[in-house]
């Protein structure tokens, strides 16, 4: 530098960028900050053809950090017009699948919310205009419950007309666990089509610095009082939040929404609900997951790690002891519906996906939700039996601990059996769980 006109501040930068914009457009974060962008988008309502997207598009932007999950739908539509976004609940799919609609906006696209079914696409289909469609939740509970409408056939042949149209691109999401119970009823939707426009967003996209920008962006944004943002500068306030491993994205924007204004230590509060999602996990166990999908997740809590034959020879006991369906078919189908979003399989090995999924589980069995007389007749190691006392020492299990002191004979039989089964032996190793009867 040879004098100080050499030193490029905040007005050369911008101007510099204004005369790049396919610089600005190649990389995301420069194009999502510019406020001549965001105000060119949402000023031109010929393209927001659904009056909820607007707001929802400021507000989101206005929070939104790219990660690698976004970073691959993008890819994705880009090269193929259709993306489906899947993932975990609450992980950001909706908000991923918004960010691509901002994205197409910025390029003259229109985008339109389908609520309905795929039959608007068709009336909304102008084909001089380029077009964004974004149905998020696709699925849902509709094409489940009436797979006769013959919804999958419709949507496939969509796909493959949107992806053979210039200026035309179709973005859906979906929760996982929905869309492998949908590819088991439909070979439509398990078919090439479907799968290869498939993209995931994992709670492992977002690294430590993405989740200390959510953090950031979400608190200096919110309502809370000031002395309350000013608490989350000090590292021992945030670095909890951000290396929880229960970190989740809705759940600081849902503590923050909540929040009173006169509200102290939201922190402590914000570490509280990432402690305790179960309300994320019972609308999916107790709603929408089929019978045989839920007792292998019993199964499991009392068997974590079990191998894959492991887990279908005790699930098969449970049912059978229950006198429902045992069959290796209906196993095959509840670990494809819930592989990959509840549980996870590696070298054989079956354990659950996420460890609020285990939490939910222990709150779930404690409750006495499970049948466990059917349960008492699949125990046969130490694992097991702790697992047993685990649940009715947990909050909420006196039910499942009156039920196993009538029936003391066969638990004792059962802690016997795993004391025999290993050098160190239940008793004397949790001896505390072993006297809980008493």
């Not at 600081?252 to 570490?271: G, K, P, S, Y």
Request: with cysteine; glycine share 6%; net charge negative.
């Amino acid at each position: 530098m040879k004098t100080p006109a050499d030193v490029y501040g905040r007005h050369d930068l911008i101007g510099a960028l204004r005369d790049r914009p396919g610089l600005v457009e190649r990389h995301f974060r420069l194009w999502l900050s510019s406020t001549a962008v965001l105000q060119t988008v949402l000023n031109k309502a010929a393209h927001l053809r659904s009056s909820w997207l607007r707001d929802e598009l400021m507000r989101i932007a206005d929070t939104f950090v790219p990660h690698d999950g976004f970073e691959r739908a993008r890819e994705m539509l880009g090269t193929q017009h259709v993306c489906v976004i899947t993932g975990a609940p609450r992980v950001g799919k909706t908000t991923v699948a918004m960010m691509l609609a901002y994205w197409l906006m910025g390029q003259d696209y229109q985008v339109h919310e389908i609520t309905r079914d795929v039959d608007e696409i068709h009336d909304l289909w102008r084909d001089d205009e380029p077009q964004m469609f974004l149905y998020d939740d696709f699925l849902g509970r509709t094409m489940l419950d009436q797979p006769n409408r013959n919804e999958d056939r419709r949507l496939v042949s969509l796909i493959r007309r949107i992806r053979e149209t210039p200026g035309k691109a179709f973005v859906m999401t979906t929760r996982e666990h929905i869309l492998n119970q949908a590819r088991l009823r439909s070979d439509q939707l398990d078919g090439r089509d479907v799968t290869v426009a498939t993209s995931a967003v994992e709670l492992t996209d977002l690294d430590m610095g993405v989740r200390g920008q959510i953090v950031y962006n979400y608190v200096s944004r919110s309502a809370i009082a000031l002395q309350e943002k000013a608490r989350f500068a000090d590292p021992t306030v945030w670095r909890p939040i951000v290396t929880h491993r229960k970190f989740n994205p809705r759940l600081i924007q849902e503590t923050l929404r909540l929040a009173d204004t006169h509200d102290r230590d939201v922190a402590a509060l914000m570490r509280a609900n990432l402690e305790d999602p179960l309300h994320i996990w019972e609308r999916i166990v107790e709603h929408e997951l089929p019978d045989e999908a839920v007792h292998l997740l019993e199964v499991l809590f009392l068997d974590d790690g079990a191998s894959v034959d492991e887990l279908a020879r005790s699930w098969s006991e449970y049912r059978r002891s229950m006198g429902r369906g045992s069959d290796r078919r209906l196993y095959r189908q509840a670990v494809g519906l819930l592989d990959g979003s509840l549980i996870r399989i590696e070298r054989e090995s079956v354990s659950f996906h996420n460890p609020s999924v285990e939490d939910y589980f222990r709150h779930h069995l404690s409750v006495g939700r499970a049948d466990f007389s059917a349960i008492l007749d699949i125990v046969e190691n130490s694992q097991q039996t702790y697992r047993l006392m685990e649940i009715a020492a947990a909050t909420g299990g006196e039910d499942v601990l009156s039920f196993l002191r009538n029936n003391r004979g066969r638990i004792e039989s059962a802690i016997v059996s795993a004391h025999q089964e290993t050098t160190y032996g239940f008793v004397g190793q949790h001896e505390d769980e072993g006297a809980y009867l008493d």
